[in-house]
């Protein structure tokens, strides 16, 4: 996430740093602007959370901005907004977060629930990705570049996930379901993040 710049009396430019993230017992990142999600349910019992899933979404598509995200993960999107929206808007799908075009970070469902992001998926052979993973969707499409804030808060969100839970593998909507999906696509640049978390990701592709 890009800090801002604020100007001192003195009139120099200081860079103010971003909001140091956490996750507490009940899998709330406070940092991160909170819209709950009815759209979520309780994980299966003592089943660890091992993988964080990263996906790519912009509504309407290709389009960037807006509240409409929101609206689906909320339950409250209407089709006649826009002519994708009526293929969509019965949808009952959330994710745990959103990474915006501009790195602010929003939280729809706790990490201690299972959110509905994954849909029919396996990961190292083990299916109902929902179960253990995390869903992180990027503003964004499959070919047009992420911009450095999502890159830094993803990175940022990726390192107090990983000091919570048992996280192994980070990898993309199309590596659990190769088949359906193709989100964060080929402008999502793995070894960029790879680099920023200093581990090796997807090792189960």
Known sequence: MKSPAIVTAAGRNVRRRPSPLAVDAAGYVRAAVQVASPNCDDRPHHTPITLAVVHGISLPPGEFGGDAIERLFTNRLDAAAHPYFASIATLR???????????????????????????????????RCNDYSIGIELEGTDTDAYEDPQYATLARLCRVLMRRYPIADVAGHSDIAPSRKTDPGPAFDWRRLERALRRPLRSGK
Do not use: E, I, K, Y
């Not at 915006?100 to 469902?109: E, I, M, N, P, T």
């Open 93 to 127: 799908v959330s994710s745990h977060f959103l990474v915006r075009r501009d790195g602010a970070l929003v939280q729809f469902v706790p990490c201690a629930r299972r959110a509905w992001h994954a849909g029919p998926s396996a990961w190292r052979g083990v299916p």
